[in-house]
């Protein structure tokens, strides 16, 4: 895929922050070219070269490219005619993000789309693939950009990165994931678990829980955003089981297929779940097709009307 010249731009911009970075302070001339390299060769890399976290620069470094990030903009004419009333990271995510389906890489929920004047761009967070915390020198490299829904983002993440590349490099491998595909999609890797009883919302085929793939998913925080849509699924749906008058499992079973019948998100636009049409779908196909998690379901339905003392079933 060749480059539009708004992401040439970018890159460019983005490139001349870290040489500021690293040309403004007190380096010495050894280390400025492990960073470089690092950075040069991204993410097409063997080796990282810069990664003593115990050393003073590293800390200071960490600082300044974390700032530098946080704190993105561009005001040159040229960014103005480029991208008009965009901020620089809503610039990158238009020139970047350009798949108008584009999912957050972790949870796999649709980003949604905003306009400002004639621009459509994807609204999504920027997320680092590698930490800044532990990678500052790709802090500002373009390559490791991810877009994420705010609550992946925003969600826990794991408190340990790998200690070494290696096992990195090995995650994503088990993962079948390239730093050079765009974009990135991990979601690919797993579905989710709808049962209420099980433990683990989060299914992966072939991943074992000690292997570095799924210790990966783990940092970036997904088994329990999984936890967390799937109590949210169930939260909707007995919101909805509120306002419907359900006294049969025939009248629950009519209710969810009239749900799971096209469009009905969008016309409950407050009842879907942000933009995860597809796990919403999931979610009643399971039960659905399935007659023992119907029947476990209306059970359920009437332990809960007889705790709300909504109407009563008998
Ligand atoms: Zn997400």
């Not at 010249?5 to 983005?14: A, D, I, M, N, Q």
Request: aromatic share 14%; glycine share 2%.
């Amino acid at each position: 895929m060749t480059e539009s010249s708004e992401l040439k731009f970018l890159r460019g911009v983005l490139r001349e922050r870290f040489d500021k970075v690293i040309k403004n302070n007190q380096i010495a001339l050894a280390e400025i070219k492990k960073i470089e390299n690092d950075y040069e060769s991204f993410p097409h890399i063997n080796c990282i070269e810069f990664n003593d976290e115990s050393s003073t620069l590293f800390k200071s470094l960490k600082d300044l490219f974390e700032e530098k990030f946080k704190h993105l903009k561009c005001e040159s004419q040229e960014f103005k005619k480029m991208f008009g009333d965009l901020n620089f990271k809503q610039a990158f995510c238009y020139s970047y993000f350009t798949d108008k389906q584009y999912r957050c890489c972790f949870c796999g929920q649709l980003l949604e789309i905003s306009k400002k004047n004639d621009k459509e761009f994807v609204h999504a967070d920027i997320e680092h693939i590698l930490p800044k915390s532990k990678y500052p020198q790709f802090a500002l490299h373009p390559d490791n950009f991810a877009p994420a829904c705010k609550e992946c983002n925003q969600g826990e993440k794991g408190d340990k990165f790998f200690d070494t590349f290696d096992e990195f490099k090995k995650a994503l491998s088990q993962l079948n994931v390239n730093l050079t595909d765009k974009p990135l999609k991990l979601w690919k890797n797993y579905s989710f678990d709808f049962s209420k009883l099980s433990k683990t919302k989060l299914k992966l085929n072939y991943l074992n829980k000690e292997s570095e793939g799924y210790k990966l998913i783990e940092y970036y925080g997904i088994p329990k955003r999984a936890d967390i849509i799937i109590s949210h699924c169930y939260d909707i749906l007995f919101n909805i089981i509120k306002h419907s008058d359900i006294r049969s499992p025939a009248s629950l079973e009519r209710l969810l297929e009239n749900m799971a019948s096209s469009n009905w998100h969008e016309l409950n636009d407050g009842y879907s779940i942000n933009n995860s049409p597809q796990i919403w779908q999931e979610f009643l196909e399971w039960i659905l097709y399935s007659e023992s998690n119907l029947v476990a379901l209306w059970e359920e339905v009437k332990d809960y009307s007889r705790n709300v003392n909504n109407y009563l079933i008998t």
